[in-house]
């Protein structure tokens, strides 16, 4: 049983580059959620969805895009990346009937 | 809007002694509050969890208890280990049906040595 998956682990992007981080998730979750983890900021949410189809922006969502096009995955986008992009990345899932997240392993991603 | 606080780190510990974070949260109605920990290099994961008042979620020897008076869910344990290193994140989701919103604190980090 997989569970949450990210891809890729980590990554080094120059400035203005793009990337998309993929997320996986197998446990037929409706809903789905990108965060930041970042010293000192604890995680702070990017964007949301709450089923296929659907994206919601959270608490820091300016420099990304998203988009749930098959509900068992869910990708977040940088179009031009950024210095203070440099971050962990954490994908999670949860369903509608509890409460309990899960969440994937982090994506590291330094921006230079 | 709902909001969780901590108690800031990082928290040093000998092994054995006993674990005291405390979380304070602000909510409207009857939020469920968690304790997720996040061992290094890896993803959170559920410690415990308290969906009403007075609720007691226990998991693995740590301990918290929902307070609506004084709006807490500190996490507690009596005699920590090594491999109890670890951050933790004091969480909680609104009440209500189809509620999607989970909100974190900043996270403590734990450092237990031997």
């Known amino acids: 049983n997989a569970g949450v998956t990210q891809t890729p682990k980590f990554r080094v992007l120059k400035t203005g580059q793009s990337m998309t981080l993929l997320c996986a998730q197998d446990?037929?979750?409706?809903?789905m959620y990108w965060y930041r983890q970042d010293p000192g900021m604890g995680l702070r949410l990017i964007h949301y969805?709450?089923?296929?189809?659907?994206?919601a922006k959270g608490e820091v969502p300016d420099g990304y895009n998203v988009s749930r096009l098959k509900k068992q995955n869910f990708l977040l986008g940088l179009e031009s990346a950024a210095p203070s992009q440099t971050s962990v990345y954490f994908c999670?899932?949860?369903?509608?009937?509890?409460?309990?997240?899960?969440f994937g392993q982090g994506t590291r991603l330094t921006v230079v | 809007g709902d909001s969780v606080t901590q108690m800031e780190g990082p928290v040093t510990l000998s092994e054995e002694a006993f674990l005291t974070i405390n979380c304070t949260y602000t909510?409207?109605?009857?939020?469920?509050l968690f304790w997720y920990v996040q061992y290094p290099g890896e993803g959170l994961q559920l410690l415990l969890k308290?969906?009403?008042?007075?609720d007691k979620g226990s998991n693995k020897g740590f301990e918290a208890t929902y307070r609506k008076e004084t709006t807490s869910f500190h996490l507690e344990k009596g005699s920590v280990q090594v491999s109890d290193s670890a951050v933790y994140f004091c969480?909680?989701?609104?009440?209500?049906?189809?509620?999607?919103?989970?909100?974190f604190g900043k996270g403590t980090k734990l450092s237990v040595i031997p």
């Open positions: 999670a899932s949860r369903p509608t009937t509890e409460f309990e997240a899960f």
């Open positions: 446990m037929n979750h409706e809903y």
């Open positions: 969805s709450v089923g296929e189809g659907t994206t």
């Open positions: 909510a409207t109605g009857y939020p469920s």
């Open positions: 308290a969906t009403k008042a007075d």
């Open positions: 969480a909680l989701s609104p009440s209500g049906a189809g509620s999607y919103q989970l909100t």
